[in-house]
């Protein structure tokens, strides 16, 4: 199945920028994360595809640390989706 026509959807909800991080290990989702959510604005959403294990642990610890909200996961297979509000 190719992901790229079979996107995983969520709630419906607006976000502001974009990561597929799909293919990289800990911690680099986390680290392309904390990098993209600097240079957006306060209240911007953030989604972060990713098919890293340990994304489940690893990026509510992130948010929980630095203060963003994370807004909604959702999970299908490998692949991991995460709405993070920069705080």
């Known amino acids: ?3 790229h026509r079979h996107p ?3 709630r419906p ?3 502001d920028d974009e ?13 392309k ?3 993209r959510l ?4 306060p209240g911007a959403v953030l989604r972060l595809i990713t098919t890293d ?4 642990i690893d990026v ?6 630095a203060g963003h909200t994370l807004v909604e996961t959702a999970q299908q297979g490998d692949t991991g989706i995460y709405l993070i509000r920069r705080r």
Do not use: N, Q, T
């Open 19 to 31: 990561i597929d991080a799909s293919g990289l290990l800990c911690p680099l989702p986390v680290l």
């Open 33 to 35: 994360a904390r990098k």
């Open 53 to 56: 294990p340990a994304a489940r």
């Open 13 to 15: 909800m607006r976000w």
């Open 38 to 41: 600097k240079g957006m604005d």
């Open 1 to 3: 199945m190719d992901r």
């Open 8 to 10: 995983i959807y969520i």
């Open 60 to 65: 509510p610890h992130f948010c929980a640390e």
